[in-house]
Structures are given as C-alpha cells and as structure tokens.
C-alpha cells in the first residue's frame, strides 16, 4: 500500500516560502535554507509550496545532490539545468582537437595499422621506420640500467608527437599545434587495450592482417575522438578565468529570469562538492536584486557528509539575503491530522498510540514507514465498511527507520537484494542495462525484480528509461547494510560498467568511475582516472574537486603496478596540486605542493619538467607579491629554457621578469628583459604573448614619462590582441591606455577606451578585469566632477575586488575614496580615508601608488591649512619616484607643488 498524507504541521513555514516568493516576484530576491534530520519533512514542504504557486507566476528548476555524486563539479546545479547553456557554462567547455594521425607499430618498424584525419597526407612505411630507428638510437643511448621504453615526445614545428610504448608494440598520435593532456592517457589505454585484444599476434606478427582483424576500427575510434585544449595561462589567470565562471553563470541566471521570475530548489546540499558550494554563495550575493527564489536543503548527520559543507553554509547566513528555516518534530496533533487523514475514524487504543508517538519521536517518515508496516502485517485493514485496527494489537516497535527498512529487507529475493545494493552503490540514475551489467546479469533478467522493487516503494522509475532509489536515506541505509569485502567487489563492478557503457565522454561518468575504482582500491585504475577526472575538474575550475582526485592518485601511485615513470606521473599530480591551491587562493600550499613536484623533478634529470616547475613556482609567489622569491625562480627557469632552446618558455619568463622588475623600480632592467621577450614572441608568431609583452613596454614607457610613445604602444597591443582571444590582455591594453589618455588630459579618449574595456568584460564576464575597469572610469568622473557617478563606480569595483580578494585593487579603491571624499569638501574623512590607503598600499608592497597617494594626501593638507605636515609627505613621493625611476610621478610632483625643493 502506498501511503501519503495530506500536508499538515508546516503552516508557518509554507507562509515564509510563499511571502519570499511574492517578494522575489516584485524584484526583491533571497536565499532560504531549509534543515532538519532525514525524513522530517524538508521535500515534501517544498514539494508543497511549488504545487501551490500560481500558475505560470514562476518557473521552477529542481536541482539535487546524491551521496555518490559529492565529488562532481556543481552537480546540483548540472542536475537543476539538464540542457541549458548554464551546464556549458559550468562545464567550461574548451577548444577541441583530434589526433591528425595514428600509427600502431610493432617494434621492428613495422605499421600494424594507421589512419589520418587532417593534415597531409604521411608515408606510413617511412614513419615507421624513422621513428623505429629514433627510437632504438633513445633507448642505446639514454636508457636506464633496466632499459627505458624509449622516446615518449617528438616536437617539429606546430607539430606534437605523442609515443606511447607497450610490450611489443608503440603507438604514435600527432596533434596540430595544441596540448591536450587527455589525449597522452586516451594512447596509454589504448596500448592496454592492443595488448589485451591481440596478445599472441603483437608478440610474433608475420605481416598477415588476418590476426589483427579490428585493429584498424580501434584506431578510428580513437581518431575520431575530440580533446579540450589545454590553455597556457599564468596562475593570475587561472584565478581570473575561475571567477568567470561563476559570473557566466549568474550572468545566464540573471537571462533565465529575464523571460519567468525563478525558484531554484537545490536539495540535499549536504554532500554537495566544494565548488558547488562556492558558487551558491556567489549567486547568493547577487540575488538581492533579482526576481528569484533559491531554497536549499540540507540535514545534519548524513552518512558521507563533511562538517566543511555546514560551516559553509552556516557562513551563508551572514549574507544579508540569506535566511533559514529550521524544522522541527511534528507534535502529537500533527502527527494525529497524518493519520486522520489517512485513515478516516481509525482510533488508536491510547496506549498503542502514546507508544506510536514517542518512538517516532515526531519524524513523518519514520512515523508513514510504520504505519505501513502495520497495514502489510494486517494489523490495520479495512473490510470496506471503514478502516479497524486488530484487537490486543501489539508487534515490536522498530527504533529507527532503518530498522524498519531492513525488516522488509528479509523478505526480498537474493537477486533483488543484490541489485539494491549496487543501485546504492551506484547511487544516481542509472538505466537497467548499466546495473544488469554491474550485477554481471542479463538485462532481459531483471526487469521483473526492479518491477517488484519499484511495486514495494524502494526504487522509481524516471523518464527516458531511467531509475533511481526512491529517497536519499534509502540509498543511505541500502549502502551502509553491505559488508565492506562486498563493497569493494560491488564498486570494481560499478566501475567496470561504466567503462563498459562508453560514456568516458561524459564528464560525471569520469569522477564516478575515479570514485568507484578509488574504493575498490584498483591501484593502477585509480592513477588512470585520477588524472582525467581531476583534469576535467580543473577545466570546469572546481579546484576543491580535483584536488580529491589527485590526491586518490597520489596515494594510490606507489601501489600501482606501473614502474614505468612513476616519478614523472608523482611530479605531475604535484604539479596539479599546486593549481588547485592557486585557484583557491591558498598560496602557501600552492608553494609546497610545487616545491614538492620541482624536488621530483631534480631527481628525475627531466629538464623541460624541471624549468616549466620553476616557472608556475614563480607565479605563484607573483600572486603572494614575494616579487624577489618570483625573480629567483623565474630566472632558474630561463637559463633551462635556454638549454631547451624552448622559444615560448623564454617568451613568458622575460615577460615575467620585465613584470617584477618594473614592480621593483628597475626599469631599465625591466624594458631590457621584455624586449628580449618580444625577441622570441616573433620566433613562435604567438600574437598573445607579444601582446602582453608590448603592454607591459608600454607601462614601462609611461613611468619613464614617455606618454605618447607609451600610447602609440599600447594602441599597436589593443590592434594585435583584438584578434586573439586574449581578452584579458585586450582589456588591460585599454585600460592603461586610457590612464596615459587621463594624464595628458585627453577625458573624452580615455572614456571611451574604457566603456570599450566595460564592454568587453561584461561580454566574456570577465569580472575581475570589470573591477579594475571601473576604477579606472571613476577616475576620469572625478575630473569631470561627476561625483556620485564616480562613487557608484568605486563601490561597484569594490564590490567585485572583494570577491577576488585584490589586496592592491582594494587598497588603490581606498585612495580613489579619499580623493572623491576631498574633492566634495570632506576633509576630515578624505584624511581618515587616505590614512588607510596608505596603510594598505604599504602592506602590498605597491610603491608607484603609495606615491601617488602621499601626493594625494599633501594636496589635501595643503588645503586644510596643515603646511608642516605637507613637506614630509612630498619627501616621501620625491624618494619613492626617484628609487622607481618614475618621471611621471616627479612631472606630477613638479605639477602640483613647483615651489618644493
């Protein structure tokens, strides 16, 4: 029998979701966490209060987390928009390619099998005997004691050769130009896969092509395979492109409820993943404004859930649109209207129903699963004259509700049991064929038991021939009822189903495969989908997420069975340790996990690995502004650059170093390294790095006082970087030429260089750029005394440097504060306010604008009268500007003060 109530107990609740409804349908946004342990009552309020809502008023999207899916990046939100493009926004999708030619070759040079698609046309014959040769000649000449695999890489031109080595035979991919780390592990498994599907023939072919029959479809499958690009980007812009996401997605909420006010129902965010969990914080400072509803559910207590997740959301409530909603037991009447309603006239013998009461301790769920029990054992029937309860009646009273559960547990079949066990284990829709094949079964055999199984309430079927567990808890409660021997065996199962399904394209079914070979403890498994599931993490900028899964990695890395570059693959997870930390801001950690991969490195005598870890280590403590720690590093990595003769990675390393320098006041050391660094952009024809080369030439130029060579630089940027997909540079290009623009006075110019820069950030949500951009405005609106445009400006800028933690953006916020407060004639609050800004600008380490704001600060004694204080101040711009080299800054010294000395 199935029983559901009529809604009752949740009156006040239900009215502050329906006053939070009318208020988001008028434009006043909120956020409302509903808690409260399993079964009291969360989803059915909800479920309530969207039935209720008027018809067509507000669209409603239904998002959930399942306890196997917390380690997917923003699985609630993917599960809430299906198809939308805010799932292309989270996912990150990237630029693609594909392999332009693939060769099997066995190791007397022989070409097993090939295929191209793209590209010219290659001899397949003298390919494999060139690379045999190259490859013989490696491994004479370089290869350990116990005989290396041989050459792994070739680079010639824009041309990328990928060889991966098996027992009898190699594999050469080449890609056009790009890197794409996805396609490095696609030809590792595909050596695998050979070695398994043609054992005897690899290890003495004759040249028939009857024993390798179906190697060729192999290889075009794999041919036909598309990669995400890998972006070469700096740690700073890793960080920007993190938070472009998480505007791109508030930005195609704020389009979605353009056309319907929306209520998003997020449920069970208590194994939500951590970035899920960051964006949700995000979309709740933005909502204030906006006509939409967002109800998250959660409980305490869950099985898999992390106090990381409660303290997170606890935080949520210090948002000014952020409430909660704390649900408690039923009292006695409540729980009596339950079964009024549904059991019309059935009276309880008082005690039975004192007993009913204090063991269901006024949890609805618990109280509906007994209340079924007793209608399955007989004990409350109706013989159609109206429902009666059995005389004397008195059975056990279960204690919780997953006692009650495994007491209907016993009545199934073996079969059944077994397939809710991998469904738990499963734990998210799945179709019958993928649980026949994780139960090793047919799937024609288990229609009729998951028919039964759905007839008594444990699972439900969904659209498009999906089922699911019927409730969360049960998913629970199945899970934790299965030893821990049978829950390595069902996992190694799950996970070799979905190998099985072919859905590797599918990012979830990469981490739940990671996830269920991590807890099969399949060492060598693990290390494999470690690798792409944290990749595709890192693409979709979930650090917190991948961060999990190189981790399994390198835990699981020693006891893997591959001795063949281990230390490598050990390097390379490090390395993308040290990525996750950048992007979440934790620099300290970021510098241990790389010094940790550069140590490696070292040992392993692999140069290019060696130079590219000491220059992201020098991002890294660019973004701490330990600028000295940064040159140090960045100046190891181009002497072995050099030795690699690697034009790129002295591009970007003089570009680095020209940054520091000039940060640092060596400005002739700084236009000697970029020029340098323009030297070898030429070589490689890559439009972005000279553009960012030219931009920091042209900073460069312009605290050398050289404002219209400055200017016709950064033009020449602008014009290089508009057909590229730098947007980034393109912006800060605009940017600083408009700040010349403003000192040469030229306002209306640099206006309109910086609505183009606006513009540009708001197109590609670019937001951090969008900060900086508006500084910059608000600038050029105090000359033109627009004053309260100009602090609507700042206080947006601040508002989105905050969320970027931009210690330098923030402090310059403050100066431009205190110059508007003494512009309007506030002087005592524009001295407080600059006090602080040259407190902050101390602090960052950012000299050219603490002079500029000593200068700032004297213009303002000056005018309160406060002549002593003036001097020491102007004293402090001089030796500043003349450490720096900054001409600028003493034209502007001279400018406003011609009679100091």
């Known amino acids: 029998m199935s029983l559901d109530s009529g809604f009752v107990g949740r009156a006040e609740e239900l009215q502050a979701l329906e006053i939070a409804a009318k208020e988001a349908r008028g434009g006043k946004g909120s956020m409302i966490l509903i808690k409260g342990y399993a079964g009291i009552g969360k989803s059915r309020l909800i479920k309530e209060f969207t039935s209720r809502l008027l018809e067509g008023s507000m669209d409603v999207l239904t998002g959930m987390c399942r306890l196997r899916d917390r380690k997917t990046p923003y699985a609630p939100f993917q599960s809430a928009f299906l198809n939308h493009e805010l799932v292309q926004t989270l996912v990150h999708a990237e630029k693609t390619i594909g392999f332009e030619h693939l060769f099997i070759i066995n190791d007397s040079g022989m070409v097993m099998a090939a295929t191209s698609h793209g590209g010219e046309d290659f001899d397949e014959d003298i390919w494999g005997g060139m690379l045999s040769i190259v490859q013989n000649f490696v491994r004479d000449s370089f290869g350990d004691q116990d005989g290396g695999a041989g050459l792994e890489r070739l680079d010639y031109g824009e041309l990328r050769i990928h060889i991966e080595h098996g027992q009898n035979l190699f594999v050469v991919g080449i890609l056009s130009q790009e890197e794409a780390p996805d396609a490095r592990a696609d030809l590792e498994l595909l050596v695998k896969l050979l070695e398994e599907e043609y054992p005897d023939a690899l290890s003495k072919w004759d040249g028939k092509t009857g024993s390798i029959q179906g190697m060729h479809d192999m290889l075009e499958e794999y041919a036909s395979k598309r990669y995400s690009v890998q972006r070469r980007m700096g740690e700073q812009e890793l960080v920007s492109d993190r938070l472009k996401v998480f505007e791109g997605a508030l930005k195609s909420l704020k389009e979605q409820i353009t056309k319907k006010p929306l209520v998003l129902v997020l449920e069970n965010l208590q194994w939500s993943d951590s970035s899920s969990l960051e964006l949700l914080s995000y979309i709740a400072q933005g909502i204030e404004r906006q006509p939409m509803l967002c109800i998250v559910s959660l409980r305490p207590g869950a099985i898999g859930s992390d106090s990381m997740v409660f303290e997170y959301l606890e935080n949520l409530q ?32 008082p005690e039975i129903w004192d007993k009913v009461v204090e063991k269901t301790d006024g949890n609805p769920l618990v109280f509906l699963a007994y209340l079924k029990n007793l209608t399955q054992a007989g004990l409350i029937y109706n013989l159609g004259f109206g429902w009666e309860i059995a005389e004397g009646m008195e059975i056990p009273m279960p204690e919780t509700l997953k006692d009650m559960l495994i007491n209907n547990l016993d009545h199934l079949s073996p079969m059944q049991s077994m397939l809710l066990e991998e469904a738990s284990v499963l734990g998210y829709p799945f179709k019958s064929e993928l649980l026949a094949n994780a139960c090793g079964a047919e799937p024609w055999a288990i229609g009729r038991h998951l028919g039964e199984l759905q007839d008594q309430g444990f699972i439900s079927h969904k659209p498009n021939d999906y089922w699911v567990i019927s409730s969360p808890q049960f998913t629970e409660i199945f899970y934790l009822n299965i030893d821990d ?31 269920h070979f991590y807890r099969a403890g399949d060492s060598d498994k693990t290390v494999h989908y470690a690798f792409l599931a944290g990749d595709k993490a890192m693409q979709a900028l979930a650090p917190g997420e991948a961060s999990r899964y190189f981790k399994w990695g390198l835990e699981m890395l020693p006891d893997s069975s591959e001795s063949r570059d281990k230390d490598s693959k050990n390097a390379a997870l490090l390395v993308r340790m040290a990525r996750c930390r950048t992007l979440q801001g934790d620099w300290d950690d970021a510098i241990h996990w790389m010094e940790e991969a550069r140590k490696l490195n070292l040992g392993s005598k692999d140069v290019r690995h060696q130079a590219e870890t000491l220059y992201h280590l020098g991002e890294i403590y660019l973004l701490k502004t330990d600028d000295m720690m940064a040159k140090e590093c960045i100046e190891l990595a181009l ?17 680095a170093l020209g940054t520091i320098m000039w940060r640092l006041g060596d400005l002739t050391g700084a236009m000697e390294k970029l020029e340098l660094g323009l030297v070898f952009s030429e070589k490689i024809k890559e439009q972005g790095i000279r553009g960012k080369l030219m931009i920091d030439i042209g900073s460069v130029m312009a605290l050398e006082g050289r404002m219209e060579e400055s200017t016709k630089v950064y033009q020449d940027a602008v014009e290089l970087l508009r057909d590229t997909d730098e947007t980034d540079h393109l912006v800060r290009a605009l940017n600083n030429m408009a700040d010349n623009l403003i000192w040469m006075k030229k306002m209306d110019q640099a206006l309109e260089n910086v609505e183009q820069a606006i513009s540009i950030c708001e197109e590609t949500s670019n937001v951090y750029n969008l900060g900086v951009s508006l500084q910059t405005k608000s600038e050029i609106l105090l000359d033109q005394k627009k004053y309260q445009e100009a602090s609507d400006c700042i206080d947006e800028s601040e508002a989105i440097l905050e969320k970027v933690q931009d210690e330098r953006g923030l402090a310059l916020n403050l100066q431009l504060k205190g110059v508007l407060l003494r512009e309007q004639k506030m002087h005592q609050k524009a001295e407080e306010m600059l006090d602080k800004a040259i407190h902050a600008l101390k602090a960052v380490n950012f000299p050219h604008y603490l002079a500029e704001t000593y200068l700032e600060q004297a213009i303002l004694k000056s005018r309160m009268g406060k002549d002593p204080e003036v001097k020491p101040l102007l004293h402090h711009v001089r030796d500043i500007a003349n450490e720096a080299n900054s001409k600028i800054l003493l034209d502007r010294l001279k400018d406003e003060f011609p009679d100091f000395q």
């Open 485 to 515: 021997s049978r829950k390595v065996m069902l996992n190694r199962w799950a996970g070799i189903a979905l190998e099985n399904e072919g859905e590797l394209g599918d990012d979830r079914a990469i981490f739940r495969i990671a996830e």
């Open 639 to 655: 002497d072995l650059f050099g030795i690699l003769k690697d034009d790129r990675g002295q591009a970007e390393c003089h570009w």
């Open 318 to 349: 210090e948002i000014r649109s952020v409430s909660s909603l704390d649900l408690g037991p039923f009292e006695p009447d409540h729980m009596l209207d339950m079964l009024e309603s549904l059991f019309p006239e059935l009276k309880f013998p």
